[in-house]
């Protein structure tokens, strides 16, 4: 794989990091319960700026894969107003937690996503939503399976979606060269044929062409949901919520 593509990447870019972990069982860092299982903890901050990102679109015909859905708080926020919702985790308790909810456009398996593409998450996507794309990543051939696995799931005009925060995150132990930022993410995407664009300050999108803009209705209904939304996010977070949702822009701007 040195004479390959991926290969010189690696050179170019990614030195520190191995190029072959040599394991197709079960390919990427398992973390213990404490980091991996999120089933019983509270959405993270990039999670709801990914799914604030993605609420701004009409979604009512749209399928949106999740890759590590926790505790399915985006199922729960959006399966009234999608077409279709799919989930992907390695954890038998977030499985259990989605199984709760009973939600008739939303499913969910067991799925490793640096296994590359299989049968197990079926068709094309309009957003694929993962907010920890790397640090769980083993080497760089299985960091090559699961940005192939985005582009082949992406529909044409589709968006990848993921956040600054857990793009460069990684935990104690872990080498550092993992936490990615906006430039590793866009030479990485430029390998399976994708662009990066800058959503914003904090969401980062890879698509094959920039992102189409929310239309005027959508964001209008948008921005509906986030005032009918306040009272309820003020008395659980305060007065710095309230500033912080009035003064934040309403439309995703260009790269």
């Known amino acids: 794989m040195m004479d390959t593509p991926w290969g010189r990447l690696r ?13 197709d069982r ?3 860092v398992v973390y213990g319960p404490d980091l991996r299982d999120w089933s019983d903890k509270a959405t993270t901050p990039d999670q709801r700026r990914m799914e604030r990102y993605i609420d701004r679109y009409d979604l009512r015909r749209r399928r949106v894969l999740h890759i590590g859905i926790g505790n399915s708080s985006l199922a729960s926020r959006f399966h009234g107003r999608v077409g279709e919702i799919f989930g992907t985790t390695i954890d038998a308790p977030e499985i259990a937690v989605a199984q709760s909810l009973g939600l ?7 799925h490793n996503k640096y296994s590359g593409s299989d049968d197990v998450v079926p068709g094309k996507f ?14 760089v051939r299985h960091l090559h399976a699961l940005f192939s696995f985005y582009a082949d799931k992406l529909t044409n005009g589709g968006q990848v979606v993921t956040d600054k925060l857990g793009l ?15 430039d590793d993410l866009a030479t990485v995407a430029r390998e399976v044929g ?4 800058r959503a914003s300050s904090s969401v980062y999108v890879m698509a094959r062409s920039a992102p189409e803009r929310p239309g005027v209705s959508s964001l209008a209904r ?4 986030r005032v009918v ?27």
């Open 104 to 110: 008739l456009n939303y499913r969910f398996v067991i």
């Open 194 to 197: 994708l662009n990066a664009y």
């Open 26 to 28: 079960n390919p990427g």
């Open 11 to 23: 050179d170019l870019h990614f030195p520190q990091l191995p190029l072959d972990c040599g394991n």
């Open 168 to 182: 460069g995150w990684v935990p104690e132990g872990s080498s550092p060269r993992w936490r990615f930022d906006f």
């Open 222 to 225: 948008h921005a509906l949901r």
């Open 126 to 139: 309009d957003f694929i939503l993962d907010n920890n794309p790397t640090s769980p990543c083993c080497c």
């Open 229 to 255: 939304m306040l009272p309820g996010q003020v008395l659980r977070n305060g007065p710095r919520l309230l500033k912080q949702s009035l003064t934040s822009p309403l439309g995703a701007r260009r790269p």
